[in-house]
């Protein structure tokens, strides 16, 4: 069974700093893996995706995300935030042969003026 | 493409009423993903169609929630009868095979049920 866990469910940060947002899975499969970021009052949108090949994945609005496959991890990480980056971030898990998300419980960014 | 559709975006009944939620996925896509999500229980997977046939409806909470897709263009969840519980914000996803696996998410639909 795969599952994801997400160990900040609440992450603030100044503006113009740089931010990592943790994601860990856990999966005995090959696995793809997904960073949505949903704005309030909105339905959710990729940023990034890894499915294969290179490790470090870069997604919309700055973002980047590296899968470690010895830590099972798929942190996102972003160098500088912008005010707009406020909103709920969610890591997610599928694999090869199925199209169904396993979602992680979310990480709330707030940026700071 | 305007996108996936929903519809209402808010709806509001009483408790024991039918509540019927409306999904129009994206034209050409194959796969119909519906998801819950609440405050306590995050985001769940309730069923998700492909070619217009349920895939996997474990996610299904009780018999008192049902899913239709009677054509690639629409989809719905009905429940009945509805309870206080049922409260939620409720998307529909769409999904192609050529899409390498990303989902589109509609806006929601806010259920309260009183």
């Keep these: 069974a795969q599952s994801v866990t997400q160990l900040d469910s609440q992450v603030p940060v100044f503006e113009e700093a740089p931010v990592e947002l943790r994601c860990n899975y856990s999966s005995s499969v090959s696995v793809y893996l997904f960073w949505y970021v949903q704005y309030p009052n909105q339905g959710l949108q990729l940023l990034l995706k890894y499915l294969s090949g290179s490790t470090l994945v870069k997604g919309i609005n700055g973002f980047e995300a590296e899968f470690n496959k010895s830590q099972t991890s798929f942190h996102l990480r972003k160098p500088s935030v912008h005010i707009s980056d406020t909103a709920e971030y969610f890591c997610a898990v599928s694999g090869p042969g199925t199209y169904k998300y396993i979602f992680g419980t979310g990480t709330r960014l707030k940026v700071l003026a | ?38 405050m306590m229980r995050g985001l769940e997977l309730l069923i998700y169609f492909n070619n217009n046939v349920p895939i996997d409806d474990s996610g299904m909470p009780e018999d008192r929630f ?25 998307f529909c996803a769409s999904s192609s095979d050529s899409g390498f696996y990303e989902q589109y998410f509609g806006p929601g639909t806010r259920l309260t049920v009183t």
């Design chain 2, 66 to 90: 049902s899913a239709k897709m009677p054509n690639a263009s629409f989809s719905t969840l009905k429940i009945q009868p509805s309870e206080p519980r049922d409260s939620a914000v409720y």
């Design chain 2, 1 to 38: 493409d305007a996108g996936v559709i929903q519809s209402p975006r808010h709806e509001v009944t009483e408790m024991g009423q039918e509540v019927t939620l409306r999904c129009k996925p994206i034209s050409g896509h194959d796969y119909l993903f519906w998801y819950r999500q609440t």
